[in-house]
């Protein structure tokens, strides 16, 4: 395993490997035998990076989640696992009454919220305190000084160390992390948004945004954490749940334009040539590249994690690199 430092301040500073595992769907669709395997494979491999949220998995049985959070927690008080994992969450977009269908009727970021969230997230996983907490969703209903106040709130108080958002457009990231400056509170450091080599259109609407897509890294979020270097980028679905191998997943309107098949055309190639697969050179692509990335996976089994494990010891030549860069 290879590790990288996200975040600046000595007190809330952590060691991370550069491959994290997503926890989404642990204690619903995975289940709790399969997910403590999973788990223990993956600190077993070197990782220390786990990630979840306060509203995993909702929609899988109409509640308003948690279950990943609980799920967690067990199997942390179930190894006698202390501080020596990263365990990141997220607050903001748990919905205010069970569903099983997304919509904008979502807790949001008030003080008020993030400090009840946070301590509920906290319970859940069984912590003294949450290694890395994000603002999933932006919330412009709620000013966001008021936001910026209650997340710096849970870091003095302890509740929670180091700070960050995800699905935030990159200029919503900026004008909290200059508010937060200003007023001499910490602000954002790592940044989750979805990445991938195939690269998705940002100008189609989402649910949160007649704009565009403020999930997904465009060149507008790149260049802000080129710029920002003790910015981190963690890049979730990285593999777009399989979609790059399996011929039954098909890769959805986002990726209906003329660069897609160039860039699997290169991606499927540089995979021959080094007799890895095809995910594991996206993988390789993302944590090797001049903006290193840390890509964030989900996992079913055992042997889909034994699979991007690999990963972290596969060096692209600077030959394969350029031909993965330049295809378009």
């Known amino acids: ?64 989640g948690g279950e990943s959070e609980e799920l967690v927690g067990r199997w942390l008080r179930s190894r006698g696992i202390g501080d020596e994992i990263t365990v990141a969450t997220k607050l903001g977009a748990r919905p205010n009454q069970p569903t099983s269908g997304f919509s904008l009727d979502v807790e949001g970021l008030s003080a008020k919220v993030i400090r009840e969230s946070a301590e509920r997230s906290r319970e859940r996983l069984g912590i003294e305190r949450i290694h890395l907490l994000y603002a999933h969703i932006m919330d ?42 200003a007023a001499g509170v910490p602000g954002y450091e790592v940044l989750q948004h979805h990445h991938s080599y195939l690269r998705q259109r940002a100008d189609l609407p989402s649910l949160r945004s007649p704009d565009g897509n403020q999930g997904l890294v465009g060149g507008d979020l790149l260049s802000y954490v080129r710029d920002n270097p003790a910015l981190t980028q963690v890049a979730y679905s990285p593999l777009i ?12 309107p986002g990726f209906d ?47 889909q994690l034994e699979e991007n494990l690999a990963a972290v010891d596969l060096d ?13």
């Open 140 to 181: 412009e209903n709620t000013p966001l000084e008021e936001t910026v106040r209650g997340f710096a709130e849970v870091v003095a108080d302890g509740t929670a160390g180091l700070l960050g958002a995800s699905n935030h457009w990159a200029w919503r990231v900026e004008r909290a992390r200059t508010l937060a400056a």
């Open 1 to 64: 395993m290879k590790y990288r430092v996200i975040g600046t301040a000595v007190e809330t500073r952590r060691e991370v490997s550069v491959l994290s595992l997503g926890t989404m769907t642990f204690g619903t669709t995975v289940d709790e035998a399969t997910s403590y395997a999973i788990l223990d494979r993956f600190v077993e491999a070197g990782g220390t990076f786990v990630d979840t949220s306060n509203n995993y998995a909702f929609w899988v049985n109409g509640t308003q």
């Open 241 to 252: 749940a399989g979609a790059y191998v399996r011929e039954d997943k098909p890769l959805g």
């Open 257 to 303: 334009h003329a660069g897609t098949e160039p860039r699997l055309r290169a991606v499927r190639e540089v995979a021959a040539e080094t007799g890895a697969t095809v995910n594991q050179v996206v993988l390789a692509w993302l944590m090797g590249g001049d903006i290193p990335i840390l890509p964030l996976v989900g996992a079913s089994s055992v042997a």
């Open 316 to 328: 692209l030549t600077p030959d394969q690199r350029t031909r993965l860069d330049t295809a378009h």
